[in-house]
């Protein structure tokens, strides 16, 4: 049977997630701290891209309509209706349409200190998933094994508990996320990766600390590659592969993509020129900015402010859609039911 999402649940993909990346490409989601976790429905639609980030928390995704594709470091994973797919917290990626098609994903968020939280070393078997995420690691569940179905209908639970403001309302949404996490670790438990790659990861990414805050405060400058290997104490040959290796772009990218990300912050807060917020982010020729920036927004700057000033000034209640779902046990979208059932 259907399941009707009601529009108020649906929100834009592009203006839930990107303004909340940071100009480091560090995505923060707004988690109440007491109980991390969160239940979203993003629905893409004609806004610029997202781009790459990386975050602390855990992510599953399910793919309700559409066709969706999942960048994560240099690979492109495309999912279907009825896939899902889980990222870890050290991986850059975006999430964006197959071929400009729309698409309509269920989100589920949360921080590992979630399961952490009672100090046994059993919680880490529930997130092995997540932990052993190397080059190879398949990260997309064909909707044909009825596990993304299974994970969906506890995600609906979850949402029903949420903000699980009672101890009871606490207990049971923790207890639907286990039994989500024991569905992906009985899915992956083939997968032969290692959790030291999650450590090595976060190694990695601590060696580049300085030069993203190198970027941050020099991004208007003319930063060379030779430059930026000197700040993280590596040659450049040797920076080069590293940089690449460790967030999946070069660096050359990962610094045009920041100016980008504060060129469109400008773009949508003032009414500056286009001339001067290239200048301003470190574009020195309008035409190369004009270019750099619609490659990395699928737009030009005077494109984005328009669409921006256009979703801002539209009413809420029309910036979601309802949505029709097709899944086998989401009869009763919101209320909580009898535990996982069979696909029909």
């Keep these: 049977m259907p399941m009707h999402v009601p529009k108020d649940w649906c929100e834009d993909h592009f203006h839930t997630i990107d303004p909340k990346t940071n100009a480091k490409g560090i995505h923060i989601w707004p988690f109440n701290p007491s109980f991390p976790i969160d239940v979203r429905f993003l ?23 559409g066709v969706a594709e999942l ?5 492109i994973l495309s999912f279907h209706q009825g896939d899902a797919a889980i990222v870890g917290s050290s991986l ?12 309509t994903v269920a989100a589920l968020f949360f921080l590992p200190e979630l399961i ?3 100090g046994g070393r059993e919680s880490d078997g529930y997130l092995t998933p997540f932990l052993q995420q190397d080059a190879q690691f398949p990260h997309v569940i064909a909707g044909k094994t009825g596990v993304p179905s299974k994970i969906l209908d506890l995600m609906q639970r979850i949402r029903a508990e949420l903000p699980a403001i009672t101890p009871l309302a606490r207990l049971a949404a923790r207890t639907y996320l286990m039994l989500i996490l024991l569905l992906l670790a009985q899915e992956y438990s083939f997968y032969g990766g290692s959790v030291r790659t999650y450590e090595r990861r976060q190694n990695a990414l601590t060696r580049l600390q300085p030069l993203f805050s190198y970027v941050e405060s020099h991004f208007n400058e003319k930063i060379q590659v030779g430059r930026a290997a000197r700040v ?16 999946g772009q070069s ?20 009414d500056r020129s286009l001339t001067d917020i290239g200048v301003e982010v470190g574009f020195c020729d309008q035409s190369y900015f004009g270019m750099v920036f619609r490659r990395f927004a699928g737009m030009t700057p005077s494109s984005y402010r328009r669409q921006f000033t256009e979703y801002a000034a539209q009413p809420s209640a029309i910036k979601g859609q309802i949505l029709t779902v097709p899944t086998p046990n989401s ?7 009898p535990l996982m059932r069979e696909s029909a």
């Design 331 to 337: 009869a009763r979208a919101a209320e909580v039911g």
């Design 43 to 65: 629905t893409s639609g004609r806004s610029p891209k997202v781009r790459m980030n990386r975050h602390d928390y855990f992510e599953v995704l399910i793919v309700l309509s």
């Design 251 to 270: 660096f050359v990218s990962y610094l045009n993509h920041y100016r980008v990300e504060r060129a469109q912050q400008l773009l949508a807060s003032t």
């Design 92 to 103: 850059y990626h975006s999430l964006g349409p197959h071929e400009g098609l729309k698409f």
């Design 232 to 247: 993280c104490a590596m040659s450049e040959s040797h920076f080069i592969n590293f940089f690449k290796d460790t967030t």
């Design 71 to 75: 960048r994560i470091q240099d690979r």
């Design 116 to 118: 952490r939280g009672d």
